[in-house]
Each structure stands twice: as structure tokens, then as C-alpha cells.
């Protein structure tokens, strides 16, 4: 067990510029779960995988914001024309189906200027 | 989704017990409670979970009041490394966003040599 491996861990970026992340998941995990988390709060929700597929998005992710999982392994995160306010950690995490633990990356620190 | 409430803030002494409440007054019958805590620089770490009675593992200790609108996360022997944001968590059990987990903002605990 590698854990969860996240790269880059730190991003600078102008505003308007286009920024991918990655996420290794631990090898067996079929779930996948991507978080935002800016100065002083808890993780926010962004979206999950099963497998390849996306089952559920939240209101937070804009049409700006784009997750892949194409062969159900690692996933990419994809932020098109950042903005200030995408300045945050992004989080992955993974499980093996819906039971608990949640195993998390320690993220990806995106600095948008 | 039900919300939970934690102290802004703890202190402890090392080697002391600390024990970190949590009230979450309009849990439903089957909302699982769940503790991770985040290290500085780190994504968060799962601690325990739990549904109705105590659990105990090698981190921590979880009592859960008989009415479930409460919790305690019990450290036995705070050590300096158990310094983090602690957060109190309760998910949905019943459908396929188990490990969908809605963070707060924590407790932060620091613990005083």
C-alpha cells in the first residue's frame, strides 16, 4: 500500500491559464473522490468515480472545472481559464466501494496570480 | 445532511487523555459518525467510525451517547504528533454516497508538552 499519491504538489499559475492535476489512487480502490480546501476550512466535496464512471458532481464545480477517470485507475482534474478563487488544496482521496476509510493524497496547492 | 457541531478549539497536555466532542442533534437512525484529523501540510488521516455502540482501534476510542446526538473522539495519551484539525463527519449510509463525507471546520487540538 503506497497510498494515494498526488502531483504536482504545488501549482503557481497566472489567472486565465489552464492547469492539470493527477491523482493515483491505491491500486485495489474502485472509488475515487476529488476535494477543494481553501485557508482555515474543512475539505468541500467536488465529484466521485466509480470505476471510470462519474456518479455524482457537485454545484461547486463549475463548467470550468473538468475529472477524468479514464481506465477506472488514475484520475485527472483539469481547471480551464483559473480564476483568483480557485486558489485552494485539491484533494484526492480513494476507498474500496462506500464503506470507510476514505485514504487521502495530500494534495495538490494551486496558486493562481 | 445532518451537521455537526465541534469546539473551534482544544488544548491538552502530552500525555494526557483528551476528549473532543461533537453534537449532532438531528443525526438520523442511519447516519454513520466519522472522525478524521488532518496534520499541518497533510490531507486528512481517518481516525475511527461508528453507528450506535462504542468502538475502540488503535488510534482512538469513539463512545457514542445513547440517543446518538452526541460523540466523543477519545485519545487515551495525547502526544505531540496529535496535533491536527479533528473533524466530526456523519454520512449517509443507505445509498452509494457512503464515503460522500460534508466536512466542517473541525476542532483543533493542540497539545502542550
Known amino acids: 500500500d503506497t497510498g494515494v499519491s498526488q502531483n504536482p504538489r504545488h501549482k503557481i499559475t497566472k489567472r486565465g491559464q489552464n492547469v492539470t492535476f493527477r491523482c493515483d489512487p491505491i491500486s485495489e480502490h474502485n472509488r475515487l473522490y476529488w476535494y477543494r480546501q481553501t485557508l482555515g476550512q474543512g475539505p468541500e466535496f467536488l465529484t466521485y468515480f466509480q470505476n471510470e464512471a462519474q456518479l455524482e458532481k457537485s454545484r461547486l464545480l463549475s463548467d470550468r472545472f473538468s475529472a477524468e477517470r479514464p481506465k477506472g485507475s488514475f484520475s485527472t482534474l483539469e481547471i480551464q481559464r483559473t480564476e483568483q478563487g480557485d486558489s485552494a488544496m485539491y484533494l484526492c482521496a480513494s476507498s474500496l466501494g462506500q464503506k470507510p476509510p476514505l485514504h487521502f493524497g495530500n494534495g495538490t496547492r494551486l496558486t493562481v496570480t | 445532511d445532518a451537521k455537526t457541531t465541534q469546539p473551534n478549539s482544544m488544548e491538552s497536555n502530552e500525555e494526557e487523555p483528551v476528549h473532543l466532542p461533537c453534537n449532532h442533534s438531528t443525526i438520523s437512525g442511519t447516519d454513520y459518525i466519522h472522525w478524521y484529523r488532518q496534520l499541518p501540510s497533510q490531507g486528512p488521516e481517518y481516525v475511527i467510525h461508528g453507528l450506535t455502540s462504542n468502538v475502540n482501534n488503535r488510534m482512538a476510542s469513539l463512545a457514542i451517547a445513547e440517543d446518538r446526538k452526541s460523540s466523543t473522539l477519545i485519545l487515551h495519551r495525547a502526544t505531540l504528533r496529535d496535533a491536527a484539525v479533528y473533524y466530526c463527519?456523519?454520512?449517509?449510509?443507505?445509498?452509494?454516497?457512503?464515503?460522500?463525507?460534508?466536512f466542517g471546520g473541525g476542532t483543533r487540538l493542540m497539545v502542550k508538552p
Open positions: 463527519i456523519l454520512s449517509l449510509s443507505l445509498n452509494n454516497a457512503g464515503n460522500m463525507l460534508t
